[in-house]
Each structure stands twice: as C-alpha cells, then as structure tokens.
C-alpha cells in the first residue's frame, strides 16, 4: 500500500476514534482532557524524533530504498503524535471528514517537502527550531481549548 493511502487509513481511524470519544465524554471533561492533551503534544513535540533503525531499516534492508522506507515509516507512525492529535481534533470538532482532510493535506504539506529537499538541504533545516515552533502551536491549541475558545 502507498504510503499517502496508509495516511488517509491511519488518519481516518485515529478521526474516527476522536469522534466516537467525543460522542462518549461529558463536554466539559472532554474539553479539560483536550486541552491537557494538546499541552502533553506540546511537550512530546519537543523532544527529537529517533528511527531505531535496528526495528526498520534492517529488516528490509536488502529489499531496497522503497521497501525500506515503507517498513520504516510504518513502524515510526504507529501511534505518534499526528495520530493522537489527529484523534483530539476530531473530538474537539467533531466534523470527521474536515478533519481527516486536513490532517491528511498538513502531513502531506510537511512531508513532500522534506523528501524533495531532505537529500540537498536537509542539513540545513534547524530542527530545535521546527520543534519549539510545533509545541508553541499545540501549547496554544491547549490554551484554547482549556479557555473553552473555539477558532472554527
């Protein structure tokens, strides 16, 4: 399976899963939970993504580039921060489709450019800087949610 059809799978269930807790928590408690979740995010987001290539790249490591990084991705999405933010999202708005649409085009809109530019420039790109922006983004979201502000 390509790996944007894996996104749009994962995507819609961790949506899916939003929803339905949405549908199955107290508004109030669901708010205070979203909020705290986002917070948490915030955190998360700060500490470096690390590839244990001992759990990817080995195992399809003689099956070439394409293979590879299929496995490798595979094992690095399984519950990460895009799911279960993903999840909060669709349970603070409760518009599924919107939702898996718009977590979808945003890891597409960060992922495609760090392919095309990963080889030549990759090294340049200042990741503590991408982190902080990330947890700056889902602090906020976790403020707003807390306060009970909605932006849609």
Known sequence: MRRAQRLDLDRTAAALAGEWVASAVDPTYLRWGLGLLFIGMAGWALIPD???ESDSTTVAAG???FVATTV???????????QIATAALA?????LVPVVVGTTLGMMIADVPAVFVGNTAGHKINLKLVRHVAAA???ALGGLALTGITLF
């Open 50 to 52: 690390k590839l244990d």
């Open 63 to 65: 099956a070439g580039p």
């Open 91 to 95: 349970a603070q708005f409760s518009h």
């Open 137 to 139: 983004i889902f602090a």
């Open 72 to 82: 490798a991705f595979f094992l690095a999405e399984i519950g990460d921060k895009t």
